[in-house]
């Protein structure tokens, strides 16, 4: 038996033609890429389970409850013969997995605005694991509720407490996590707060930087972002568009 071959967690896999993108699309000699860290490989899991790591099953087929998560899922998606889940925008071209789950992988990511008009602003964090600024957010506990989630994730990234606040929930959509491969995704709900005024962050958990961005819209705020140097987080491009559009309604 040939021994797997990993690539680095940030391989972006290979090309994948858009004709060939659907599961359903005939590609026999697909050969996506391995992107398991260590301690996700079988001889790891067979020794310890790393304490953010959910599943302990090296492959999918040996996780027992697909159907009750397929219908908990905040995305619709599907399992193969074989008892894979299957990405539920297609083939990704990266295998193996860089989550905690295979499967869906929840996430809350609360966007907390400031202000209105010229004086509206976002808050945003430095991600201590790739250096761009982002949404604060992250995965949903076992267990936990998502307006739970957003609240504590929020709490614990940047300093800011909402607990006393409804937000309103924006959406539920698979986004384009770096660590994403064809069995292992992330779901996120996404869910806007507004202030009347900015209040203190302070960076912490998971985050190297906090801090307020302008948000007339979404080109002032990449244009904000990089002129100081730094990066948008591209994954969250669309949840950002979609406060926007939120907005602008009103």
Request: with cysteine; proline share 9%.
């Amino acid at each position: 038996m040939n021994e797997t071959l990993y690539a680095p967690v940030d391989h972006p896999g290979v090309p994948v033609p858009e004709n060939r993108r659907c599961w359903s699309a005939s590609w026999p000699e697909y050969t996506p890429v391995d992107i398991s860290p260590p301690e996700l490989r079988p001889a790891a899991l067979a020794q310890h389970v790393p304490g953010w790591v959910v599943d302990r099953g090296a492959t999918p087929d040996l996780v027992p409850d697909w159907a009750e998560r397929q219908a908990n899922a905040l995305v619709p998606f599907t399992v193969d013969a074989r008892g894979w889940p299957l990405h539920p925008h297609g083939r990704t071209g990266r295998t193996g997995r860089n989550l905690g789950k295979w499967g869906e992988n929840a996430a809350a990511d609360p966007i907390v605005v400031a202000g209105t008009g010229e004086q509206r602003r976002v808050l945003l964090i430095t991600r201590d694991d790739i250096g761009v600024e982002a949404i604060p957010g992250g995965m949903v506990d076992p267990d936990e509720m998502v307006p739970a989630a957003l609240k504590r994730e929020l709490r614990e990234e940047t300093g800011v407490n909402l607990t006393d606040q409804q937000p309103i929930i924006l959406g539920r959509q698979v986004v384009d996590d770096w660590r994403t491969t064809d069995y292992a995704w992330v779901a996120s709900t996404s869910a806007l707060y507004q202030l009347p005024e900015q209040v203190t962050a302070t960076a912490g958990s998971d985050a190297a930087d906090a801090g307020w961005w302008p948000f007339g819209s979404l080109e002032q705020l990449e244009a904000a972002v990089t002129a100081a140097g730094r990066t948008l987080y591209a994954a969250h491009r669309p949840l950002l568009l979609r406060a926007l559009e939120y907005l602008n309604q009103k």
